[in-house]
């Protein structure tokens, strides 16, 4: 059977409750056990793919083509255990599922209700996240505050399963914040003591307080919070704010979290092997070099919404002995008449995943630029679509080439919707999720993996138009991967240049602290050469 933790947020939003989950997730793993992780998000959107990356951050994507939440990532960079569409869920989800079900006539004529009809269907999705894992522990953090009116119904669905499986079985972890008073030198503990309160007066006790701090927490404070919030002294546990996320996972072991939890849980304790992680942190710590990487994006004010791609590049930095410093590179400003000045600090130049055309012309730019000069270059999704537009503008001089995703009428749209593909609309139509993708002998690419076949996750509606394969080919852009069949092109690149590579897949959601991507690790490697 499935025990689960479940991790709600108290006083403030942001208190990476994402990553206190994750952390704990690999504390639990190293000591042995299966642990799968879940979120529910309280938004009415089916599911993020549709909202613009200022309001979520990143969408992030699950082998299995599920478009979460970017806590996701977090769960599978610490966890190292890939995820599902089981392990997102939002109300919006809840409703449509519940709605569909009364206009099927499933509830056999009842009064539908948010409890039991909303907030059963809110358990059945966190019992199918053990049942399909068969994880020993599932972690289900609950997005917001304790006290948003949305949350409600979840917490009373996880109120009502600590009944239903035992509360032996669960253990309820509430993050909150300990502020520190500058002005009187004082932690205060108020706010927590009132989060706390109103969980209580949901009907949820929690066993763990987890309070976040950017100063050591004193003794009596703990002590304070032990009291007001009824929970033992080695309860309250301190979560310090970190130089370097990957640390978390070493202080919160510190502070025993996860031995407290195996205890209320009535899991053995046993001694966990962090020894990866450690040699992880090791190298991070040992890290002397530094490189510079312009990431050319159009969302660069939010750093979030590149999450994935910054954890990637930090962590092909760790394997590579260097501090990866991101110029975050605004493309809405980004024109031929500046990119000398905005891109000669660049030792690497990355174009990310994006949709729309706002900002595309300064992406070409880029392109262009790290290919005259021979500037390391990863293109991504988007990325890559741009590097081949470039390439049909300026090497093979169509002017007008593009994606007909941006420019309707272009005479030569190398990246095209394929044939089956017209007439859909937006949301839940994308080529989303694991896809193969078979290597080309001699491409740089399969140097870099080191194997024929690979396969990497998608997000995205448009191709590379095959129309225009055999031309482009002839002008010297290297097909270096595509789908089994060959019918979809999945990766270029430039093979007169040091490192130029484009892939129609995101790489940058299977990479590890502890198992860099290839292909970051590479492009790292490549840019260093050049700083
Ligand atoms: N907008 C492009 C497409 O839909 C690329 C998507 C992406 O970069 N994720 O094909």
Redesign the pocket.
């Known amino acids: 059977m499935t025990k689960y933790i479940f991790v709600t947020g108290g006083v403030v939003s942001g208190l990476g409750k994402g990553i206190t989950a994750a952390s704990l997730g690999r504390l639990l793993k190293a000591r042995g056990y299966k642990v799968t992780a879940q979120k529910l998000d309280p938004y009415i959107n089916i599911d993020p793919g549709t909202m613009s990356p200022y309001q979520h951050g990143e969408v992030f994507v699950t082998e299995d083509g599920a478009e979460t939440d970017l806590d996701l990532g977090h769960y599978e960079r610490f966890i190292d255990e890939n995820l599902n569409r089981y392990s997102n869920l939002t109300t919006g989800k809840v409703y449509w599922n519940v709605l569909n079900k009364e206009r099927n006539g499933e509830y056999l004529g009842q009064t539908v209700q948010v409890i039991p009809h909303i907030t059963n269907e809110i358990k059945s999705f966190i019992y199918n996240v053990g049942a399909h894992s068969g994880a020993d522990v599932a972690i289900t953090e609950i997005g917001g505050t304790t006290g948003d009116i949305e949350s409600q119904p979840f917490i009373e669905a996880i109120r009502q399963i600590s009944m239903e499986i035992g509360r032996e079985n669960c253990c309820f972890i509430h993050v909150t914040l300990v502020p520190y008073i500058a002005g009187s030198c004082e932690f205060k503990s108020k706010p927590t003591q009132h989060s706390v309160r109103e969980l209580q007066g949901m009907g949820i006790r929690p066993d763990v307080i987890v309070a976040r701090v950017d100063e050591p927490l004193p003794e009596e404070i703990r002590e304070k919070i032990a009291m007001f919030c009824n929970v033992g002294r080695d309860c309250v546990v301190e979560n310090r704010t970190l130089p370097l996320l990957y640390e978390a996972p070493v202080m919160l072991e510190k502070e025993k979290l996860a031995s407290t939890v195996c205890r209320i849980l009535g899991l053995a304790d046993r001694e966990p092997d962090l020894s990866d992680w450690h040699r992880m942190l090791g190298q991070a710590a040992s890290r002397a070099r530094s490189v510079k990487i312009a990431l050319c994006g159009k969302y660069v004010r939010l750093h979030d919404a590149y999450l994935s791609v910054a954890e990637a590049l930090t962590h092909a930095g760790f394997e590579n002995g260097a501090r990866v410093e991101i110029l975050w590179t605004d493309t809405e400003k980004l024109t031929e008449e500046n990119a000398e000045k905005v891109l000669r600090e660049a030792d690497g130049i990355l174009v990310p ?3 729309g055309n706002r900002g595309v012309e300064g992406k070409l730019v880029a392109a262009k630029y790290a290919r005259e000069k021979d500037i390391p270059f990863l293109g991504i ?2 990325g890559m ?1 741009i590097a081949v537009i470039e390439f049909a503008r300026n090497v093979v001089g169509w002017a007008d080439a593009a994606s007909s ?1 941006f420019a309707k009428n272009s005479s030569h749209p190398v990246i095209d919707l394929m044939p089956d593909q017209h007439g859909v609309k937006m949301g839940g139509t ?1 080529r989303l999720g694991a896809y193969p993708c078979a290597v080309q002998n001699g491409t740089l690419l399969e140097n870099l993996y080191g194997a024929s076949l690979i396969s990497e996750r998608h ?4 191709e590379f138009n095959n129309e225009y394969r055999e031309e482009l080919q002839e002008k010297g852009l290297c097909i270096s991967g595509v789908s089994p069949d060959g019918k979809l092109v999945e990766a270029v690149e430039l093979p007169e240049k040091r490192f130029y590579v484009g892939v129609q897949f995101h790489p940058e959601f299977k990479s590890r602290p502890n198992a860099p991507h290839p292909l970051f690790a590479g492009f790292i490697r490549a840019a260093l050469k050049n700083s």
């Not at 997000?459 to 448009?462: L, M, S």
């Open positions: 995943g994006g949709f999704c988007l679509q995703e994308m997000r995205h509606r448009y």
